[in-house]
């Protein structure tokens, strides 16, 4: 059974930092891209960051470009958010995803085929 599980989320103030994991079971589950994901109340899921299966790659949605970081440690099939400068909009279950075997890096959440059981993170004003 693939198991993504996310750690790391949390209440934080405004201006804060939270460094979220997500451990792939198997290291077959990580040989791909490997992606963040968040939901808030009433909105679409919507992609944070990606990340190629070498690490050399990485994108970011406009709203967290130069706040937030995305990182693999192949060796600990691992991938890591760390977040900085949090900001209240940014209040939302956070997702990782992982399309192991896909040769380009998704941005949709159709494009992913494992996920995590989600991780809250709450930024308070």
């Known amino acids: 059974q693939v198991q993504l599980v996310e750690s790391g989320g949390g209440l934080v103030q405004t201006g804060g930092s939270l460094r979220l994991s997500c451990a792939a079971s198997e290291a077959r589950f990580a040989a791909g891209p490997m992606a963040w994901f968040r939901q808030a109340p009433g909105k679409e899921r919507e992609r944070v960051a990606t990340?190629?299966?070498?690490?050399?790659?990485?994108r970011y949605a406009d709203s967290v470009k130069g706040r937030f970081t995305i990182s693999r440690d192949n060796a600990k099939n691992t991938v890591y958010l760390q977040m900085d400068s949090l900001k209240p909009e940014d209040t939302s279950v956070h997702y990782c995803?992982?399309?192991?075997?896909?040769?380009?890096?998704?941005?949709?959440?159709?494009?992913?085929?494992?996920w995590g059981q989600g991780t809250q993170v709450t930024v308070s004003s």
């Open positions: 995803a992982a399309s192991p075997g896909r040769p380009m890096i998704g941005v949709r959440p159709g494009d992913y085929l494992y």
């Open positions: 990340i190629s299966r070498s690490g050399s790659t990485t």
